[in-house]
C-alpha cells in the first residue's frame, strides 16, 4: 500500500506556472507507476498525465499535452506536475494516484489515491 499527499496547489493567473508534488509513504513506491488526475465542480474526474514507475514513459491528456510536464524522484518518493501556460479551464481540484505494476497511461489500474490540492487559475 501507498499513501499519498500532494501540495502545491494555489490561485494563479492565465499563462502562470505552478508546479505540484506528491509525496508518496511506504517502501515500495518504486513499483507503483504514478498519475494525476482533476476534477471541476460538475465535471467528472479527468486523467491528465501519468508516468511509469521508472519514469522512463509519460502519458498526458490532448488537453495538457505540450504544457504540463510529469516527472518522479523515486528517491524522494515524490511526483511532481509541472503547470505551464495555465487557463482557466485547468482551474480544478488534483489529485495524484498509484497504479502498482502498471504502465501509468490513462488506462492504468489506478487503486491509491491523495486527498487533492485545489489549483484555481484566474483570467
Known amino acids: 500500500q501507498v499513501q499519498l499527499v500532494e501540495s502545491g496547489g494555489g490561485l494563479v493567473q492565465a499563462g502562470g506556472s505552478l508546479r505540484l508534488s506528491c509525496a508518496a509513504s511506504?517502501?515500495?513506491?518504486?513499483?507503483?507507476?504514478m498519475g494525476w488526475f482533476r476534477q471541476a465542480p460538475g465535471k467528472e474526474r479527468e486523467f491528465v498525465a501519468g508516468?511509469?514507475?521508472?519514469?522512463?514513459?509519460?502519458y498526458y491528456a490532448d488537453s495538457v499535452k505540450g504544457r504540463f510536464t510529469i516527472s518522479r524522484d523515486n528517491a524522494k518518493n515524490t511526483v511532481y506536475l509541472r503547470m505551464n501556460s495555465l487557463k482557466p479551464e485547468d482551474t480544478a481540484n488534483y489529485s495524484c494516484a498509484a497504479a502498482l505494476f502498471q504502465s501509468g497511461d490513462s488506462r492504468s489500474a489506478y487503486n491509491y489515491w491523495g486527498q487533492g490540492t485545489q489549483v484555481t487559475v484566474s483570467s
Open positions: 508516468i511509469s514507475s521508472g519514469g522512463g514513459s509519460t
Open positions: 511506504g517502501r515500495t513506491f518504486r513499483n507503483y507507476a
